[in-house]
């Protein structure tokens, strides 16, 4: 029984940066209709920039953190601005290849500047774990959990009781009707880069806090993408719900499987439970159900 906790808690913990990244995902398909698949090195550059912020400037762990916040919702604002926002009307495999494109500069520029090696991020939380039910956890992984709890809390509020949410939930429902409607679309789409990338820096930040840093990071993220397929598309609490799942159920499969199955079932346990999903609903757990006549 013990064993079954910590494996959950940790999956959790998993997954909790998993959901942020999905969340990320989402806000930008369902704002702008593009997939962004820099969405992982996002992610990581924000570690990155953290790291350096607290080692090279000195900087204690929270200024870090939100210096690093500010510094890169500029990165995204200019992002979106300058590489996205021209590809407005192209295909949508001209700007998938971009996004693609950004990822793989992303990930060049931080072993540029870092190196490629292994770095152990200065973790603000407690070594030492906390015992829960005779379960050792560690403390970096419940610090996860909660923050993506207040995570949930906050964009639950903001999405349905601000301007800016519900100007968003319009884009992203209709964009021409919201236009029409006076809502500046150009500011809720650059707003959708920021606050996607805002979330996909905290995931940064506590997965490297009981990870390490390196510049292949940004490959963990990618288990995001079946979260985002098992949640729904165009779910932001599909988002959540599905890296949680996820992330559970890989760390329980990579434990209770791998001396039946073999070694490696963490890494395809995802995409397992997302072919079995897509099978009976394709549209995910959550997402909209479309119809199109023919």
């Not at 995001?224 to 890296?243: E, K, M, N, T």
């Amino acid at each position: 029984m013990e064993i079954l906790l910590q494996l959950t808690m940790t999956g959790l913990a998993w997954g909790s940066v998993y959901a942020c990244i999905a969340l990320g995902f989402v806000l930008i398909l369902k704002a702008t209709d593009v997939f962004n698949f820099a969405q992982p090195e996002l992610m990581m550059f924000g570690a990155y920039m953290s790291f350096s912020l607290i080692i090279y400037m000195k900087l204690p762990f929270i200024a870090a953190f939100l210096i690093t916040l500010v510094l890169m919702g500029v990165v995204a604002a200019l992002l979106e601005m300058l590489v996205i926002r021209p590809m407005v009307g192209e295909p949508v495999l001209a700007v998938i290849m971009v996004t693609l494109g950004l990822a793989n500069v992303l990930r060049g520029l931080v072993g540029l500047i870092w190196g490629y090696e292994e770095i152990q991020y200065p973790t603000p939380f407690p070594q030492d774990p906390i015992v829960i039910f005779g379960a050792a956890i560690n403390q970096a992984e419940i610090y996860t959990i909660a923050a993506t709890a207040v995570l949930l809390v906050v964009f639950f509020l903001f999405f349905k009781y601000s301007d800016s949410g519900i100007s968003m939930r319009a884009t992203a429902e209709d964009t021409t009707t919201a236009f029409l409607m006076g809502i500046n679309v150009k500011r809720v789409f650059t707003a959708s880069w920021i606050i996607a990338t805002l979330v996909a820096t905290i995931a940064g930040v506590f997965l490297a806090s009981f990870t390490f840093l390196e510049p292949i990071m940004g490959y963990t993220g990618l288990k995001a993408l079946p979260a985002v397929i098992l949640g729904g598309l165009d779910s932001v609490h599909g988002a959540i719900i599905g890296g949680l799942i996820i992330g559970v159920a890989e760390n329980l499969a990579g434990f209770y499987l791998e001396d039946y199955l073999g070694s490696g079932m963490n890494e395809i346990t995802a995409y397992i439970i997302v072919l079995i999903v897509m099978m009976i609903r394709p549209y995910g757990l959550f997402g909209t159900k479309e119809i199109e006549r023919v």
